[in-house]
């Protein structure tokens, strides 16, 4: 590994404990062991951060970190200290959506944030990874359905809201929301959070609705192309 790269990831784990110790009490012991033995739930949320970030297997990250004299002094770890694959691979299960959301947010917070988002939701085909998961829990996920909210100046992912069971996006969206509320200037999303209801509530929380129409009148068009030339005017990257 070149002494760049190398730099390069020692600022992301630095910036990964950081945020990791901000994680509050309740979220750090359901990521650690439950019965309080072992590496503490900061730490593994760091491994798991840098796994991530590496894209890597789990053995593959933790023969790095333990090599790597910065990273130990980082984690307060010795060789032979670090947690086993096993350990972190429990540890990643036990830990709720909540804790995700939660190290997310204290990530997108490193970021100078604009204010103006959008929101949208994807799928993803989850018949194959999740067959052992599956038929363990005796369920029938095929499909998750995620909801992202994303900074449209710095481009990055601010919350997001899961779901095996496809809510609508009029049910989403005000969830998300609420929880970013503070934080929001305006929001653009496409015709499916189209809702009236939706929009007042933003108006209600200062955030400016720039949500797409149905399409049912001639007006319709003409709010649309208003909304179109918003985001344009704005320097929004934003295409519904």
Partial sequence: MSTVV?????????QAVSIARKLTDAALIQISHPAGNGVAGWKHAVLHFIRLHME???????DW??????????????RGEFPGPSALCKSFDRAPMRIWRELLRLSSELLDRSGHVAIDAIYFDRRQPSNHYLKRCDRDVRTIQAAFLVDTAQGAVIDVHCSAK???????????????????????????????????????????????????????????????????????????
């Fill in 6 to 14: 190398q730099k390069v990831l020692f600022r992301f784990v630095k």
């Fill in 166 to 240: 496809w809510p609508s996006e009029t049910e989403i969206g005000p969830q998300v929301v609420r929880r970013n509320a503070g934080d929001l200037l305006s929001l653009a999303a496409d015709k499916g959070y189209d809702d009236m209801s939706f929009r007042e509530e933003l108006r209600s929380e200062g955030v400016r609705p720039l949500i797409k129409y149905r399409v049912f009148a001639p007006y319709d068009h003409a709010h649309n192309a208003r909304i179109e030339d918003e985001l344009t005017t704005n320097g929004q990257s934003v295409r519904l």
């Fill in 56 to 62: 890597a297997m789990l053995q593959e990250v933790l």
């Fill in 65 to 78: 970190a333990e090599e790597m004299e910065r990273i130990r002094a980082a984690l307060v770890l010795e």
